[in-house]
């Protein structure tokens, strides 16, 4: 069974940065593909970010290009996203999840963690 972990959510202010960190177990985890999505109260589950798992293939949202940055350690069963310059419009839980072959589409990806939320004060 594959367990998947999301830490270091907050409540930050406008302009700040956070790092999430995803831990998974239960599985090779360095063979998967690790997404990053986030859901706003009222609004769809959304693609934030994804990297293979070799990390050479890396895709973000369009609103998220420059700001956010997903990398992964395999050593470590980790992936991890930088949010640098946060917005209001960031404020959302923040959910990792796994899947098998390279896909941006949440509704492909199979394991999901509990969420960590994310509030960016204005």
């Known amino acids: 069974q594959v367990q998947l972990v999301e830490s270091g959510g907050g409540l930050v202010q406008a302009g700040a940065s956070l790092r999430l960190s995803c831990a998974a177990s239960?599985?090779?985890?360095?063979?998967?593909?690790m997404g990053w999505f986030r859901q706003a109260p009222g609004k769809e589950r959304e693609f934030v970010a994804a990297?293979?798992?070799?990390?050479?293939?890396?895709d973000y949202a369009d609103s998220m290009k420059g700001r956010f940055t997903i990398s992964r350690d395999n050593a470590k069963n980790s992936v991890y996203l930088q949010m640098n310059s946060l917005k209001p419009e960031d404020t959302a839980v923040y959910y990792c999840?796994?899947?098998?072959?390279?896909?941006?589409?949440?509704?492909?990806?199979?394991?999901w963690g509990q969420g960590t939320q994310v509030t960016v004060s204005s």
């Open positions: 999840a796994i899947v098998r072959a390279y896909t941006t589409r949440a509704d492909e990806y199979r394991y």
């Open positions: 239960g599985r090779p985890f360095s063979t998967y593909t």
């Open positions: 990297i293979s798992w070799s990390g050479l293939t890396i």
